[in-house]
T-cell receptor, first 111, second 113 residues
């Protein structure tokens, strides 16, 4: 089992719709969770971080964390073509400083 | 506010050579982490430097080494390059322990021929 798993996609959504990106992790004791956006040929850009169970909203983005299910998600409301990118989930296992990344989900927002 | 900077942007080397990549952290940050990202994969953790010491290391051979300077900038050195070392090398900076939010630099694209 991979430490952090994401569906590679592509996930295609129409412009204006809600995009839902999911991530599961294997280490139950993990405490810190991050979402990064990576455009083709560029470096990852931090979008959201979440440490506690529940929802965290920032503009059009909502991160959701369920530690019991070992599941973290990212919702993008009113998706725009400029949101088309690969979204990387990162988890910090307990007792470490390293980020463990998933392989990313490619999102395509269709105009 | 200067973000994370890396140099060079691109680099072409041949097998067996050695390479040094450089990183300057975001202003106010004191911790530097290095990652390797192969095409189509997520970044893989190489190591992290804090207070000029390697605080944690990922599953990379000893050919990969690093250094952090008193001004918090950092270098990644790779010896005896292999074709499989071709990747995007990313530096990320953060502030203090335990695992503050990491901000990535633009990366160095290394090609080994």
């Amino acid at each position: 089992q991979k430490e952090v798993e994401q569906n590679s996609g592509p996930l295609s959504v129409p412009e204006g719709a809600i995009a839902s990106l999911n991530c599961t992790y294997s280490d139950r004791g993990s405490q810190s969770f991050f979402w990064y956006r990576q455009y083709s040929g560029k470096s990852p850009e931090l979008i959201m971080f979440i440490y506690s169970n529940g929802d965290k909203e920032d503009g059009r983005f909502t991160a959701q964390l369920n530690k019991a299910s070992q599941y973290v998600s990212l919702l993008i409301r009113d998706s725009q073509p400029s949101d088309s990118a690969t979204y990387l989930c990162a988890v910090v296992p307990p007792g470490t400083y390293k980020y463990i990344f998933g392989t990313g989900t490619r999102l395509k927002v269709l105009a | 506010d200067a973000g994370v900077t890396q140099s060079p942007t691109h680099l072409i080397k041949t097998r067996g050579q050695q390479v040094t990549l450089r990183c300057s952290p975001k202003s106010g940050h004191d911790t530097v982490s290095w990652y390797q990202q192969a095409l189509g994969q997520g970044p893989q953790f190489i190591f992290q430097y804090y207070e000029e010491e390697e605080r944690q290391r990922g599953n990379f051979p000893d050919r990969f080494s690093g250094h952090q300077f008193p001004n918090y900038s950092s270098e990644l050195n790779v010896n005896a390059l292999l074709l499989g070392d071709s990747a995007l090398y990313l530096c990320a900076s953060s502030f203090g322990p335990p695992s503050g939010e990491q901000f990535f630099g633009p990366g160095t694209r290394l090609t080994v021929l």
